[in-house]
């Protein structure tokens, strides 16, 4: 079956960096397009970022253009998500999620299909 674990995440200081991964496995990754979402306590989930199956695009929340940067390595049936200039805000946990065959459903989260258990990620200010 279809499965994606999270890591990378940790606590950090305001300014810092840290670089998520999502490995996924029972699925023939680069058929898929792949999201990142996250959740604040108290908060709803929200779309962070999102790639194509192929890598060529890509798209962000407003919130964290120009800092977060997805990225995939087909081979290695990983999507990555690389955080700088972490702010207090970007606290939450972060889920990796499938979107369905052929679709690039972009920040929708209910377009996605499956979804990886999280990892927390705390900035301190």
């Known amino acids: 079956q279809v499965q994606l674990v999270e890591s990378g995440g940790g606590f950090v200081q305001a300014g810092g960096s840290l670089r998520l991964s999502c490995a996924a496995s029972?699925?023939?990754?680069?058929?898929?397009?792949m999201g990142w979402f996250r959740q604040a306590p108290g908060k709803e989930r929200g779309f962070v970022a999102t790639i194509s199956w192929t890598g060529i695009s890509t798209y962000y929340a407003d919130s964290v253009k120009g800092r977060f940067t997805i990225s995939r390595d087909n081979a290695k049936n990983t999507v990555y998500l690389q955080m700088n200039s972490l702010k207090p805000e970007d606290t939450a946990v972060y889920y990796c999620a499938r979107a369905p065959y052929g679709e690039y459903p972009g920040p929708n989260s209910r377009a996605y299909d499956y979804w990886g258990q999280g990892t927390q990620v705390t900035v301190s200010s």
């Open positions: 029972g699925l023939t990754f680069s058929n898929y397009a």
